[in-house]
């Protein structure tokens, strides 16, 4: 009843968890005020009132960050109202940032929306003033 099964059941869930190791999800019905450390990689689907310091997050579409994110790696697809610190940042066309943002790679997406100011970490600080050009190749 209680024994672990070598054959784990829940598909994608449980072959990402044997890849990456122990990872920890906060659910979409779940608020938490205050900060939040993980050592493991994070999913979140909540709202976190608070500062967020994790190896890898991965941010839902509907989830909601208000203070400052510190993590290796991290994907951003909600609302995030404060800084972020990545080595390796993806903002997806969902995301909504308000805050300056810190990364050594980048990648951001067509619809995406970041109010703040962009520093490469070793490099310049990066403004809307800046000389960046935003590159769109059409699809016909």
Do not use: W
Request: hydrophobic fraction near 40%.
């Amino acid at each position: 009843m209680f024994s672990k099964s070598k054959s784990a059941p829940g598909g994608a869930s449980a072959s990402m968890a044997a890849a990456n190791g122990t990872f920890s999800v906060i659910g979409s019905d779940v608020v938490i005020t205050g900060n939040l450390g993980a050592t493991a990689d994070l999913h979140l689907d909540g709202a976190v009132e608070g500062d967020i310091a994790c190896a890898s997050l991965v941010q839902g579409e509907e989830s909601r960050i208000k203070g400052n994110v510190v993590a290796e790696t991290a994907r951003l697809s909600g609302t995030l109202e404060g800084s972020i610190h990545a080595r390796e940042l993806v903002v997806e066309r969902t995301a909504r940032i308000t805050g300056d943002v810190t990364y050594e790679t980048i990648s951001i997406a067509s619809g995406a929306s970041v109010e703040g100011r962009f520093t490469r970490r070793g490099g310049a600080v990066l403004t809307a003033e800046s000389q960046l050009k935003l590159v769109s190749a059409a699809v016909e």
